[in-house]
């Protein structure tokens, strides 16, 4: 008789992980509480223009987790270049911060004399102090201060104690402005974007919408739904929340929210050359805008525009304060045998889709004791930021 897997959640997560089980003969079974898969990665529309909620390019550093994207759907390679918006600047710059920008800010003579004074082997203690240490009090009030608190929605970047996850030791460009450099920076060819590898995926799965667990067995591997349903299955897999998967039994983990808010301009092509999308530094309620034909090159005489708002709606960022992630890590360490939780809400980590899939494969490894495409799963243990930084 076939093993049976029970996934919880229909993002990158869960579907690759019913495909990566189902061709190795597994019965799986994927809950997803939304109407339609793909999660956070759905493509959706309006007025004909394809989106996602956030850009959701693929950027990586991997090349078999691109090659392995590739097989199920075709991916086209783009550079981009990131603007940020400085109002007190009254204009542009590019991000992360360039070096040749600097000579054209009002503050240039303060700028370069902070940049001297900067002393790169400082320990900071929290965020702010991080990013003063790095690019000096005036950059880090033009660039990152109130970014980051209406970002995380917070009074102070003090509250911040992590900041691996915010930028490299030295955040100031040099050369060419292509944001990521040495990453696969790739979007889907596809109209539908993203949504061809979530249906080719989960096509070996029973897949169940419209429904979330209202009780979770871990011994038994037995999930209650909504309507009464109980299923059971050897191996339980989530990519739900881990604190809600674990039944809040050490707290409740916080995240920051978005509203996403798509309007269309009468214009062809707002955003120059390589730029896709902008940052708001400062007193703007918004955070980001995002211009979609230039990931899609959809064709039309209109473009759609979405505009970010950090809010309290839907869970897409953990918090990265070390009390949390700590909590999370023993969220982790509870699971007993055969339950595992991944992804980015299962491990409530900042990960990217490449991150995701390389951590769907380290489960499918977990379980099976198989390795896919022989990827060195060292690089990918479970939300591991530390290594992606020296790939490739
Ligand atoms: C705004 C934003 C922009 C991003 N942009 C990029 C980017 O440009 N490039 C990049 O590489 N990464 C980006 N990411 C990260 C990337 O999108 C994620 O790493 C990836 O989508 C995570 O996939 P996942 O399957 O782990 O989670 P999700 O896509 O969140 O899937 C989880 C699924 O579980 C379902 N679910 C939740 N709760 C329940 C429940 N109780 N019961 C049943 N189902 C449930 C959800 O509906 C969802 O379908 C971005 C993230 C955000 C939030």
Request: net charge neutral; with cysteine.
């Amino acid at each position: 008789m076939s093993k049976t897997a029970l996934i919880l959640g229909a993002g990158f997560s869960g579907c690759t992980l019913a495909h990566l089980l189902a061709t190795k003969g597994w019965d799986c079974t994927v809950v997803e509480k939304d109407h339609a898969i793909g999660g956070g990665c759905r493509t959706l529309f309006y007025g004909g223009h394809p989106y996602t909620n956030g850009p959701r390019v693929y950027y990586g550093y991997s090349e078999r987790v691109y090659q392995w994207i590739n097989r199920f759907i075709e991916m086209r390679p783009l550079d981009f270049e990131l603007l940020s918006y400085v109002e007190s600047e009254h204009r542009f710059f590019s991000y992360p911060i360039h070096e040749d920008d600097i000579p054209l800010m009002s503050k240039s003579r303060q700028i370069q004399a902070e940049l001297q004074a900067r002393d790169l082997t400082k320990k900071p203690a929290d965020f702010e102090e991080y990013w003063i240490s790095r690019v000096g009090r005036t950059l880090y009030d033009m660039f990152v201060n109130s970014y980051s608190r209406k970002m995380w929605r917070i009074e102070s970047n003090k509250q911040l104690d992590t900041f691996s996850w915010s930028a490299k030791d030295n955040p100031i460009n040099s050369g060419s402005r292509i944001a990521y450099k040495g990453s696969y920076l790739a979007y889907p060819t596809g109209y539908t974007g993203y949504n061809p590898y979530f249906d080719k995926t989960i096509a070996g799965a029973t897949l169940i919408l419209n429904q979330s667990p209202i009780a979770i067995d871990f011994d038994r591997r037995a999930v209650t739904l909504g309507d009464g349903t109980v299923l059971t299955a050897d191996v339980l897999i989530s990519s739900i929340p881990i604190d809600e998967f674990c039944g809040f039994s050490r707290g409740e983990l916080p995240y920051a929210g978005r509203d996403f808010i798509p309007f269309v301009l009468p214009i062809k092509r707002v955003s120059p050359g390589n730029v896709r999308f902008f940052h708001y530094t400062q007193n703007e309620p918004y955070t980001r805008i995002v211009e979609y034909k230039a990931l899609t090159d959809y064709q039309a005489e209109d473009t759609l525009l979405v505009m970010e708002l950090p809010s309290a709606n839907g869970k897409l960022y953990p918090y990265m304060l070390k009390k949390h992630i700590d909590t999370a890590k023993r969220y982790q360490e509870d699971l007993p045998e055969n339950v595992f939780s991944t992804g980015r809400l299962g491990t409530y980590r900042y990960s990217t889709i490449e991150q995701t899939i390389a951590q769907a494969f380290t489960v499918f490894r977990n379980i099976t004791g198989q390795r896919v495409d022989n990827i060195d799963e060292e690089f990918y243990e479970i939300g591991d930021l530390s290594l992606i930084k020296d790939r490739k």
